[in-house]
């Protein structure tokens, strides 16, 4: 832990690629951050382990327990990033829509990443829909998290040619590649930028 780094916690529901990305950013002496810890809503989540294993307090706040009370997991969730000391909150694959009590809890000091150049395609299934409009490039949008989905003001984007012949797979293996480049650098800036 380094003295003066804003502390970040990261919420993900799955394997965790950019939360490894943002942990591995944060080796960088200059990196104006420190990941505090990661959070999963599954408990089988393998990015849970992967934390771990980088050294990073890593625990699942199941959602299952509250059943359709989706505030009182979300308590649950806020009550851990405070524990934690967490200044920013970074969604990596978090596949859970918020409530209104945890957007406003951390607002402009919530990031999410997304697979598209939003506003285009919010939601699901990007790359399908990218290739299927016969778009020439798709993407990734890191913005911060607001009431409706993927809707929050932009920071930052990362454009990927379409080429002949993608697939959605295809597509979403280059336009990954760019988001563990994106987000670091987009999660650096807006910390910075609340110093």
């Not at 919420?11 to 990305?21: W, Y």
Request: charged content about 25%.
């Amino acid at each position: 832990m380094t003295a003066g780094r804003a502390r970040v916690g990261i919420l993900i529901s799955g394997a965790g690629s950019n939360m490894e990305a943002l942990i591995a950013a944060a080796t960088a002496k200059d990196c104006p951050y420190e990941v505090a810890c990661v959070i999963s809503n599954r408990p089988d989540a393998a990015g849970l382990a992967r934390a771990k294993a980088l050294g990073v307090p890593a625990l699942a706040i199941d959602h299952k327990p509250f059943g359709p009370d989706r505030e009182a997991h979300e308590r649950a969730l806020d009550a851990a990033l405070r524990r934690h000391g967490c200044d920013h909150v970074a969604l990596a694959g978090y596949m859970r829509l918020l409530t209104p009590f945890l957007v406003e809890a951390w607002a402009g000091r919530m990031l999410n990443i997304h697979p598209s150049l939003l506003p285009l395609y919010p939601g699901l299934d990007t790359h399908r829909r990218a290739i299927e409009a016969g778009d020439a490039e798709a993407g990734c949008s890191v913005h911060l998290v607001t009431a409706g989905v993927d809707e929050g003001p932009v920071l930052a984007q990362a454009r990927v040619p379409i080429l002949a012949g993608d697939t959605p797979e295809s597509l979403a293996a280059r336009v990954l590649a760019e988001e563990h480049r994106l987000y670091p650098r987009a999660l650096s800036e807006r910390v910075r930028a609340g110093d």
